[in-house]
T-cell receptor, first 112, second 112 residues
């Protein structure tokens, strides 16, 4: 699996937007970009995924650079419940592998 | 409610005493997997299963065994636990080639 690079930590204020960056300069054409998050004392949970186009769902938005070498997870209005470690993961779904290769992620702190 | 359950959630044991951590999912998923999470190392895959009676090694399989006799269950077996297997363990499941994996709540294992 291709490698991703994320900042170790970020801080935000509640009800403000948060932009979590991820660099993946060695991404291949068949790699999907996935984001998971891990709340304290819980297992990881799926947030969003995309291939080339920007994506929106009820949890977040994913903005993908035109060259696909970077992406940004956008939380539109951070809440205290969004404090978690966010993982950016590349996965070649078509290759048949279901394995998720987790890095160390970005610890998001949300303050009042 | 769709979920992945693990038991026990916490376990303290001694070196060499065989133990089993159970994992069960109610979503009829073909794919199931075990990860361990250690500080600074992220989540690493131990074993995975693409379907009943089909299992394969992940990145760190040494000292572990698994079985997949039923679709819903995927137990993790430590025949002779050692202190370096002290870790937080997560079970995950998904449809094959699905974009979203579901994780259990975790089992914190301490081997003394």
């Amino acid at each position: 699996d291709a490698k991703t690079t994320q900042p170790n930590s970020m801080e935000s204020n509640e009800e403000e937007p948060v932009h979590l960056p991820c660099n993946h300069s060695t991404i291949s054409g068949t790699d999907y970009i996935h984001w998971y998050r891990q709340l304290p004392s819980q297992g990881p949970e799926y947030v969003i995924h995309g291939l080339t186009s920007n994506v929106n769902n009820r949890m977040a938005s994913l903005a993908i650079a035109e060259d696909r070498k970077s992406s940004t997870l956008i939380l539109h209005r951070a809440t205290l419940r969004d404090a978690a470690v966010y993982y950016c993961i590349l996965r070649d779904v078509a290759g048949g592998g279901n394995k998720l290769t987790f890095g160390t992620g970005t610890q998001l702190k949300v303050e009042l | 409610e769709a979920q992945v359950t693990q038991n026990p959630r916490y376990l303290i044991t001694v070196t060499g005493k065989k133990l089993t951590v159970t994992c069960s999912q109610n979503m009829n998923h073909e794919y199931m997997s075990w990860y361990r999470q250690d500080p600074g190392l992220g989540l690493r895959q131990i074993y995975y299963s693409m379907n009943v009676e089909v299992t394969d090694k992940g990145d760190v399989p040494e000292g572990y065994k698994v079985s997949r006799k039923e679709k819903r269950n995927f137990p993790l077996i430590l025949e002779s636990p050692s202190p370096n297997q002290t870790s937080l363990y997560f079970c995950a499941s998904s449809l094959v080639r699905s974009y979203e994996q579901y994780f259990g709540p975790g089992t914190r294992l301490t081997v003394t």
